[in-house]
């Protein structure tokens, strides 16, 4: 072969090679209409995965629907990532009386912080409440939150739960708007069958958030997160493939859940787990086979109770979080509950 094919071979392939970047990387995947205004709200962590960005403010902008218009709603962070309703919050106070953990339910995707059960029990019954919950989130990163500000010293731990965490605790890639990996900590067996937790496979969070931020002029930034997209396919298709058993799925529930109240237990706390429906259904049974005396509401039956008498809509258009109206609800069921049981006494952090 002579220089002149040779040099041909190596343009031909090197064109071919971008060529497929570009289709694969970037013309293959989609917007999600997805915008944060204000730089990017989740922060990589190599523990578990993702965490709010500490003291930050942006303005979240999902895409607009046939039925509704764009969902719009501010996010403000304080200094330990947990969500706040706005700058006059950002600091955190040393101690709290309660704290909550849980996904975007509890989080409250796409609504106002105001508007969220856990700032609204804050309100409604006078007592300091942390909100370290986070869209994607399931049992695994909940715990892990929770031990990372065990010194706030809550006196009630809320853990919002919902199925979809028994899927999500066994998943490396978290639920996402795109087809790639965003990787998280997750329940995993070692060679002698018992289950652990293991870190994140990579930084998903610099993945997604380079995709929806569009191509970079940098060819050499363009190139690296093209093939880091590839390699995120392959990790999203890896996990897609890993399907286990349910009785796999229970297990790493009971790991976690023992785990949870165990943390709780040391902390000197009160653990409340509260179900929140993604309709109106009742709680899992890999829920209730291992509560193990952990106190226990479901808002179910309350939520169910105001859709059948008419009232107004309690999801999001084209969304299905619950709305600032079932977030009232909820908030209302969980400050019932813990005055009954004589646990909301405001003052009461240590």
């Not at 999600?32 to 003291?55: C, H, K, W, Y």
């Not at 610099?206 to 940098?218: A, D, E, F, I, K």
């Not at 093939?227 to 890993?242: E, R, T």
Request: glycine letters at 8%; charged letters at 20%; hydrophobic letters at 40%.
């Amino acid at each position: 072969m002579n220089l002149k094919n040779l040099w041909l071979l190596v343009a031909s392939t090197a064109v071919a090679f971008v060529a497929g970047i570009a289709i694969v990387s970037y013309w293959m995947v989609p917007n999600p209409q997805l915008e944060f205004r204000g730089g990017n709200f989740l922060a990589f962590d190599p523990e578990i995965g993702m965490v709010a960005t500490p003291s930050h403010y942006t303005k979240r902008v999902d895409g607009p629907t046939p039925n509704r218009g764009p969902l719009i709603y501010d996010i403000y962070t304080d200094d330990r990532s947990a969500r706040v309703d706005g700058p006059e919050k950002q600091k955190s106070p040393e101690h709290v009386d309660m704290l909550a953990i849980g996904c975007s339910f509890t989080f409250g995707h796409p609504i106002q912080n105001r508007d969220t059960y856990s700032s609204r029990l804050a309100r409604d019954l006078g007592v300091t409440v942390s909100d370290f919950a986070l869209p994607s989130y399931g049992t695994t990163e909940s715990l892990l939150m929770l031990r990372r500000n065990r010194d706030l010293a809550p006196k009630v731990v809320i853990y919002g739960f919902i199925t979809a965490h028994l899927d999500r605790n066994i998943l490396a890639c978290a639920s996402s708007y795109h087809p790639f990996c965003l990787d998280v900590a997750h329940v995993d067996w070692d060679e002698a069958g018992r289950p652990g937790i293991v870190p994140p496979t990579s930084n998903g969070v610099q993945r997604v958030y380079q995709h929806m931020t569009g191509p970079s002029l940098n060819p050499v930034t363009w190139l690296s997160h093209g093939v880091d997209v590839i390699y995120g396919k392959l990790l999203l298709a890896k996990d897609n493939d890993h399907a286990l058993s349910r009785e796999k799925r229970e297990e790493a529930f009971a790991f976690l859940f023992a785990e949870l109240q165990r943390t709780v237990k040391e902390m000197g706390a009160e653990l409340l787990v509260v179900h929140i429906p993604q309709t109106y259904e009742a709680p899992p049974p890999e829920l209730m086979h291992h509560l193990n005396g952990a106190r226990f509401l479901d808002v179910a039956p309350a939520l169910k109770r105001h859709h059948d008498a008419g009232g107004a809509a309690l999801q999001v258009v084209d969304d299905g979080h619950p709305n600032e109206v079932a977030h009232g609800i909820i908030a209302s069921e969980i400050a019932g509950y813990l005055r009954r049981e004589g646990l909301a006494v405001p003052g009461t952090a240590k």
